[in-house]
Structure formats: C-alpha cells, structure tokens
T-cell receptor, first 113, second 111 residues
C-alpha cells in the first residue's frame, strides 16, 4: 500500500458526460501528479500540482482539468467524455516537486460507453 | 487483474535466474531515471532511481545501469522470484519531476 488513495476504483459512464476523480496523497506529500494509462499510449503524464498550485502540464486535453485543495487532496475533472478517454487514471504524490520518487495510487478505471 | 498492455515485449525466466530488462530513453538532458514495477491491478511501484551523473546504482537484489552515450538504461534483478512477475517501466525525469514513461516490459517468472 503506497498511502495514496483514489476513488472511485471503477467508473462507467456515457459519452458526453462529466466525471470527477479524487485523490488523497500520502501524508506529508505536497505534490500531486495525474497520469493516464491506456493500451495504445502507455502511461502519460497529465498535470502536476504542488501545495495547491499548478506546477507542470503534460498531455492534458482542454476537456480535462484538475485542482488541488487546501487539504492537499486533488480532483481530476473529465468532461465531454469520448470513447477514447477510457483508460486507467493514476494519481501519484511526492514530498516535493524536486523529488523523483513518486508514490502511485491504485488508479481509477474509467470506461466510457 | 487489469491489463496494462497487450503487445508488450516479454521476458520469460526461470525462478532463480538473473533478469535483465532494457530501456532506451530519448532525452539526453534528463537528469533522473527511474524504474517502476506494475503488478496486475495495481499502480506503478518505485523500485530504484539513478542520477545522470552516475552509471550504476545498486539496491536490494536490483541494479540499474545507465549508459548515457547510447541513451540506454537497464534493470538487473538477481535471483528472480515469482513475485517479481510484473510489467517494468523505465521513466525519465523531464523537468519539475514530470516523468516520461517507456512502453514497459512484461517479466514472467516460472517456478
């Protein structure tokens, strides 16, 4: 158990809908990262937050957004969902942005039908 | 469990053998390289990392080798065990600790 929690574990929704994925980092970690894992694209970095502020952006679509709250938990919002958004979404956390050791949560499996 | 890829390169070894998993990276400016292990249905788990100013680092039963000349990284697992069966990813730190992951290699260990 990495100490990072994610909810829900599974999510099934229809095209065009909006969903919110939630992540709680390890106790003491200030930095949160979101990744998407699909069969054809592998693990892709989406976005990073540090202590409530956006720190870095990767291959995140404009339909997706995220935020980190004062209690350091983070949410990833996915809107206008398409079939191709079906994937595993992982959250990871680290003590600080400069630390390479990121601890991953168990992931949320999103299925868009 | 969850499948992370249907067309991953696969390394099959016998229990007790040593395993070597290879990875080519793309960014010569990357300053950190990390190996992660992902078991079916779980998130990636940190194994070991190495800075770009090193060429070798050892952990418990694992060794990472870095060859910057040819942009190649390898993970050696000694005395491989069935519990080592998983998908292994190399990742490079591209800045602000954002990681770029390789496609992964599936390691299958037979008892």
């Amino acid at each position: 158990d990495s100490g990072v929690t994610q909810t829900p574990k599974h999510l099934i929704t229809a095209t065009g809908q909006r969903v919110t994925l939630r992540c709680s980092p390890r106790s003491g970690d200030l930095s949160v990262y979101w990744y998407q894992q699909s069969l054809d694209q592998g693990l892709q970095f989406l976005i990073q937050y540090y202590n409530g502020e956006e720190r870095a952006k990767g291959n995140i679509l404009e339909r997706f957004s995220a935020q980190q709250f004062p209690d350091l938990h983070s949410e990833l919002n996915l809107s206008s969902l398409e079939l191709g958004d079906s994937a595993l979404y992982f959250c990871a956390s680290s003590v600080a942005p400069s630390r390479a050791e990121q601890y991953f949560g168990p992931g949320t499996r999103l299925t868009v039908t | 469990g969850e499948s992370v890829g249907l067309h991953l390169p696969t390394l099959s070894v016998q229990e007790g053998d040593n395993s070597i998993i290879n990875c080519a990276y793309s960014n010569s400016a990357s300053d950190y390289f990390i190996w992660y292990k992902q078991e079916s249905g779980k998130g990636p788990q940190f194994i070991i990392d190495i800075r770009s100013n090193m060429d070798k680092r050892q952990g418990q039963r694992v060794t990472v080798l870095l060859n910057k000349t040819v942009k190649h990284l390898s993970l050696q697992i000694a005395a491989t065990q069935p519990g080592d069966s998983a998908v292994y990813f190399c990742a490079e730190n591209s800045g602000y600790s954002t990681l770029t992951f390789g496609k992964g290699t599936m390691l299958l260990v037979s008892p």
